[in-house]
């Protein structure tokens, strides 16, 4: 298998400097302390070289350079004003300070002055000890309002969509929400609209979030440091159905989550918390907890079978209608940016619902009939990294069970305020399972969280599947490195050299597998959506992805482990720790391949019964709506 990096816009834009091997060496004075750096370098980035820290705001390492804020200003010897370190290269030998009284006194006003803007009582502010104003606020002594402070709110907050929440009266103009947008996602929803003192953070023609074109990703949420930009808070309602003795309520968790949730209990980023918080939701009193993973070994099955039948119809029925490459459709976000801006390729996309949205289905259907409960008393929750899936779950679409098949959508921040609410302590609380029949799943569940997690445990099972031999036959203990990577988008290939007989999951299916021998599977994983773009552009124009037949698509940088709902704050090396921590889980489950979990296996046989892509799976697992549904038998 060969893997090629796709390098693209969205990582060249990014702030980080990289030397080229002829780049001059620059000698630069920081407080004292001697140092070289490459030409070119911005003297943020020679500080830090030394652990000299200067404090930003509107800087953020997955965002280009603003320099709007002057928070980071730096006195450097021959210049008369003060020089924004994150936007200041160092071009020629330099003497600065970073922490004269000129800039201590600087920064101090630029902090009274935006706090003379900042509307709101920070004791009810969701960001309340996690806010980067409110931080530096407390850095440099603002014990009173110098040049006072707003009584009255300025604008209305837009509580209209399903996963965001924007109040702009605690906005500080860092336009780190609106970079994001455009250069992470590709989305453009948000820009700063007028100039000087009346300049504010608008969507287009100032329209509520929920009649503009955002796709509820939630990544302003995660760039912004102040409480400007929160999820939709659905705490109060979960806890009423929690103290509803009338209401079966059930959890669902997905990997993503437990791999961050120890953040917002002070752990470093990638300790993984999964069974001391089933403890925890067993103490709040959720009827079970149940693992998401399960339904993402479901999800690879249906999905897979599916990639097989546009192969199959399209190879060798000869069927030009089928629709190649197949896109992944677990990523809402992701769905709602093809429904905006490529609603002309839907068909491209599976009809596999989300793993959050099969269980739901399940719960409500399989898990109510052998638990005695009605579906119309059960609760079904779902912990996510994302705030599009609040979004997802009230689709109307998304009804297989005859019900709302995902009541809530929680994030990862709105839970940990739940678990801290109960006084619990979640490190320190004890390890226990999750509830039956939804117990151990797999590892290659687990790695849905990552980039080229979601391709990766597909490909475990197709080759498995095709070749009849264990995949660690082809790769070292299952871990299928060319689809891993931080690059925004990735090729890779497999050819099939031998194959074996049709495994009787999807006998009925498939007479043999004798039409796919010496072909060559081409694959793509891509996460972001601005890279999505760019993936979707090269597929039209007849690009190296076109020729792909199956693409990962994933919304939020890093996949869900980067997710909108995830603990703030974020960057590249919180996103690889989180996604070291869940590569290591998968190596640490006695199962790792979708195919061979048992309860989904047992699901097949009790009540998916006509298997894979069957009209069974097909009405609770997969979408009913545009003209998906025709590849499916």
């Given at each position: 298998?060969s893997?090629?990096?796709?390098?693209?816009?969205?990582?060249?834009?990014r702030?980080?400097?990289?030397?080229?091997?002829?780049?001059?060496?620059?000698?630069?004075?920081?407080?004292?302390?001697?140092?070289?750096?490459?030409?070119?370098?911005t003297?943020?980035?020679?500080?830090?070289?030394?652990?000299?820290?200067?404090?930003?705001?509107?800087?953020?390492?997955?965002?280009?350079?603003?320099?709007?804020?002057?928070i980071?200003?730096?006195?450097?010897?021959?210049?008369?004003?003060?020089?924004?370190?994150?936007?200041?290269?160092?071009m020629?030998?330099?003497?600065?300070?970073?922490?004269s009284?000129?800039?201590?006194s600087?920064?101090?006003?630029?902090?009274?002055?935006?706090?003379?803007?900042?509307y709101?009582?920070?004791?009810?502010c969701?960001?309340n000890?996690?806010?980067?104003?409110?931080?530096l606020?407390?850095?440099y002594?603002?014990?009173?309002?110098?040049?006072?402070?707003?009584?009255?709110?300025?604008?209305?907050?837009?509580?209209?969509?399903?996963s965001?929440?924007?109040?702009?009266?605690?906005?500080?103009?860092c336009?780190?929400?609106?970079?994001?947008?455009?250069?992470?996602?590709?989305?453009?929803?948000?820009?700063?609209?007028?100039?000087?003192?009346r300049?504010?953070?608008?969507?287009?023609?100032?329209?509520?979030?929920?009649?503009v074109?955002?796709?509820?990703?939630?990544?302003?949420?995660?760039?912004?440091?102040?409480?400007?930009?929160?999820?939709?808070?659905?705490?109060d309602?979960?806890?009423?159905?929690?103290?509803?003795?009338?209401?079966?309520?059930v959890?669902?968790?997905?990997?993503?989550?437990?791999?961050?949730?120890?953040?917002?209990?002070?752990?470093?980023?990638?300790?993984?918390?999964?069974?001391?918080?089933?403890?925890?939701?067993?103490?709040?009193?959720?009827?079970?907890?149940?693992?998401?993973?399960?339904?993402a070994?479901?999800?690879?099955?249906?999905e897979?079978t599916?990639?097989?039948?546009?192969?199959?119809?399209?190879?060798?029925?000869?069927?030009?209608s089928?629709?190649?490459p197949?896109f992944?459709?677990?990523?809402?976000?992701?769905?709602?940016?093809?429904e905006?801006?490529?609603?002309?390729?839907?068909?491209?996309?599976?009809s596999?619902?989300?793993?959050?949205?099969?269980?739901?289905?399940?719960?409500?259907?399989?898990?109510?009939?052998?638990?005695?409960?009605?579906?119309k008393?059960?609760?079904?929750?779902?912990?996510?990294?994302?705030?599009a899936?609040?979004?997802?779950c009230?689709?109307?679409?998304m009804?297989?069970?005859?019900?709302?098949?995902?009541?809530?959508?929680?994030?990862?921040?709105?839970l940990?305020?739940?678990?801290?609410?109960?006084?619990?302590?979640?490190?320190?609380?004890?390890e226990?399972?999750?509830?039956?029949?939804?117990?151990?799943a797999?590892?290659?569940?687990?790695?849905?969280?990552?980039?080229?997690?979601?391709?990766?445990?597909?490909?475990?099972?197709?080759?498995?599947?095709?070749?009849?031999?264990?995949?660690?036959n082809?790769?070292?203990?299952?871990n299928?490195?060319?689809v891993?990577g931080?690059?925004?988008?990735?090729?890779?290939?497999?050819?099939?050299?031998?194959?074996?007989p049709?495994?009787?999951?999807?006998?009925?299916?498939v007479?043999?597998?004798?039409?796919?021998?010496?072909?060559?599977?081409?694959?793509?994983?891509?996460?972001?959506?601005?890279?999505?773009?760019?993936?979707?552009?090269?597929?039209?124009?007849?690009?190296?992805?076109?020729?792909?037949h199956?693409?990962?698509?994933?919304?939020?940088?890093?996949?869900?482990?980067?997710?909108?709902g995830q603990?703030?704050?974020?960057?590249?090396?919180?996103?690889?720790?989180?996604?070291?921590?869940?590569?290591?889980?998968?190596?640490?489950y006695?199962?790792?391949?979708?195919?061979?979990?048992?309860?989904?296996?047992?699901?097949?046989?009790?009540?998916?019964?006509?298997?894979?892509?069957?009209?069974?799976?097909?009405?609770h697992?997969?979408t009913?709506?545009?003209a998906?549904?025709?590849?499916?038998?």
């Amino acid at each position: 298998m060969s893997s090629t990096p796709m390098q693209t816009t969205t990582q060249h834009r990014r702030r980080t400097f990289v030397p080229g091997p002829d780049t001059a060496m620059i000698d630069v004075s920081i407080d004292g302390i001697q140092l070289q750096v490459p030409q070119g370098t911005t003297i943020l980035d020679a500080a830090r070289r030394i652990g000299v820290r200067i404090p930003t705001l509107c800087h953020h390492d997955d965002l280009c350079t603003a320099g709007v804020c002057r928070i980071c200003v730096v006195e450097v010897e021959g210049m008369r004003n003060l020089q924004a370190s994150c936007a200041t290269p160092v071009m020629q030998p330099i003497t600065l300070k970073t922490n004269s009284a000129k800039v201590r006194s600087a920064r101090r006003h630029i902090i009274d002055l935006l706090l003379a803007e900042h509307y709101g009582d920070c004791n009810t502010c969701k960001r309340n000890n996690n806010c980067e104003l409110q931080s530096l606020a407390t850095e440099y002594g603002v014990d009173f309002y110098r040049f006072g402070h707003p009584t009255e709110p300025k604008y209305a907050i837009d509580r209209s969509s399903t996963s965001v929440v924007r109040d702009m009266n605690k906005c500080v103009l860092c336009r780190r929400c609106v970079r994001a947008c455009d250069e992470l996602q590709g989305v453009g929803c948000l820009t700063v609209a007028s100039r000087s003192s009346r300049a504010h953070v608008s969507t287009f023609a100032n329209k509520p979030l929920s009649g503009v074109v955002c796709i509820n990703c939630g990544q302003c949420i995660n760039h912004c440091p102040t409480g400007a930009l929160t999820e939709q808070d659905q705490t109060d309602e979960v806890w009423t159905m929690i103290d509803n003795p009338a209401k079966h309520v059930v959890i669902q968790t997905a990997p993503s989550p437990r791999a961050g949730m120890g953040e917002c209990f002070d752990l470093e980023p990638g300790t993984p918390v999964t069974y001391q918080l089933n403890t925890a939701l067993k103490r709040m009193g959720f009827d079970a907890v149940f693992d998401t993973n399960h339904t993402a070994d479901l999800t690879i099955i249906e999905e897979g079978t599916e990639l097989i039948l546009r192969l199959y119809k399209a190879l060798v029925q000869k069927d030009e209608s089928v629709k190649l490459p197949q896109f992944t459709s677990c990523s809402p976000g992701w769905v709602k940016y093809m429904e905006h801006f490529y609603a002309g390729m839907l068909d491209h996309l599976s009809s596999a619902k989300s793993p959050q949205q099969m269980f739901g289905s399940l719960l409500k259907t399989y898990y109510a009939e052998k638990r005695g409960v009605n579906p119309k008393d059960m609760v079904v929750v779902a912990l996510m990294p994302c705030t599009a899936k609040k979004y997802e779950c009230n689709r109307p679409e998304m009804n297989s069970s005859g019900f709302k098949d995902v009541d809530y959508g929680l994030t990862t921040r709105e839970l940990a305020r739940m678990v801290k609410e109960s006084g619990i302590d979640l490190p320190k609380v004890p390890e226990t399972g999750f509830d039956e029949p939804f117990g151990e799943a797999s590892g290659a569940g687990v790695i849905f969280g990552a980039t080229g997690g979601v391709m990766e445990a597909a490909l475990r099972t197709v080759i498995e599947m095709v070749t009849g031999k264990q995949v660690e036959n082809f790769y070292d203990h299952a871990n299928i490195l060319p689809v891993r990577g931080i690059e925004g988008a990735r090729l890779a290939e497999i050819t099939i050299t031998e194959v074996g007989p049709v495994p009787d999951l999807v006998k009925h299916l498939v007479p043999d597998w004798e039409w796919l021998k010496g072909a060559t599977l081409k694959v793509g994983v891509v996460h972001g959506t601005a890279n999505a773009q760019l993936v979707m552009e090269d597929i039209k124009s007849g690009g190296p992805f076109s020729e792909c037949h199956f693409i990962e698509f994933m919304a939020c940088p890093g996949g869900c482990l980067g997710g909108g709902g995830q603990p703030i704050p974020t960057s590249p090396e919180i996103r690889a720790q989180r996604a070291k921590a869940i590569y290591q889980l998968d190596a640490d489950y006695a199962v790792r391949k979708s195919h061979e979990n048992p309860m989904v296996l047992q699901l097949y046989r009790e009540f998916l019964t006509d298997g894979p892509c069957g009209h069974i799976s097909h009405h609770h697992l997969h979408t009913h709506y545009q003209a998906r549904g025709k590849f499916i038998g």
